[in-house]
């Protein structure tokens, strides 16, 4: 895919429900993620925008491949449904695990790993190699997981979305991030931690976050972080 043509494609993404499908099959695939998020941080974006880039993202690169549960030698993997308990990655550039709830652990060997997208694994508690490399992070509904400890690995990911995660009630591990410029965490109680709003103000780089909370809490991230909060 032509880098400058991506924003065309986002610009032409329809409001109409029923056209969504059509424009979601029309998108191209792309070989890495690394081109678009460099993009997408340094071009202007509308609010509507973001969901069309989230989608672009998702069917374009997370889930270009038909879903099967064939690891070796895949670059782009992406499992659906399955009942997979242990996944090893080799060579893999991306890996989607969608509706996974035997999964219990995720190693990432593969050096080129950039991208991990899980969802629904309620028995997911052990994510562990080269996750210093991942520059999109998605982990939805991952409720045994410990996200302070991966966090903390975190040297490239710049879009993280830790959304459908109750449990997480801190992101201090993320104070000070250069790289993250989209945060997703609705669904979660982050905003119930007193530092949280001091945190997210420290991220440097974030344009835009998604976040669980009441009208009080929205004033008070919307004063500290103008423009930002969805």
């Known amino acids: 895919m032509d880098i400058s043509s991506f924003k065309k494609y986002i610009k032409l993404a329809p409001e109409n429900v029923s056209e969504w499908q059509r424009?979601?099959?029309?998108?191209?695939?792309f070989d890495s993620i690394l081109p678009i998020l460099d993009y997408v941080y340094n071009?202007?974006?509308?609010?509507?925008?973001?969901?069309?880039?989230?989608a672009f993202i998702r069917?374009?690169?997370?889930?270009?491949?038909?879903?099967?549960e064939?690891?070796?030698?895949?670059?782009?993997?992406?499992i659906f449904n399955s009942k997979v308990i242990n996944l090893k990655v080799d060579v893999a550039i991306s890996l989607n695990c969608s509706i996974v709830r035997s999964l219990e652990s995720i190693n990432l060997c593969s050096d080129s790993v950039e991208s991990l997208s899980v969802s629904h694994a309620s028995k997911l508690s052990e994510i562990?190699?080269?996750?210093?490399?991942?520059s999109y992070l998605s982990l939805n509904k991952c409720q045994k997981?410990?996200?302070?400890?991966?966090?903390?690995?975190?040297?490239?990911?710049?879009?993280?979305?830790?959304?459908?995660n109750p449990q997480l009630s801190s992101i201090d591990e993320l104070r000070g991030n250069k790289n993250i410029f989209a945060l997703y965490l609705v669904e979660t109680n982050v905003i119930k931690t007193k530092e949280t709003v001091e945190i997210l103000a420290s991220i440097p780089n974030l344009k835009k976050?998604?976040?669980?909370a009441n009208k009080k809490e929205l004033e008070l991230l919307r004063e500290a972080l103008p423009g930002i909060v969805n």
């Open 23 to 29: 424009w979601e099959n029309s998108l191209p695939t």
């Open 43 to 54: 071009a202007e974006w509308q609010r509507d925008d973001w969901k069309a880039i989230m």
């Open 59 to 68: 069917k374009g690169y997370v889930e270009q491949n038909e879903s099967s």
């Open 70 to 78: 064939l690891v070796d030698g895949i670059k782009h993997v992406n």
């Open 128 to 134: 562990t190699g080269n996750t210093q490399n991942l």
């Open 145 to 164: 997981l410990d996200f302070g400890s991966i966090i903390s690995t975190l040297d490239s990911v710049k879009i993280l979305d830790l959304s459908g």
């Open 209 to 212: 976050l998604w976040i669980k």
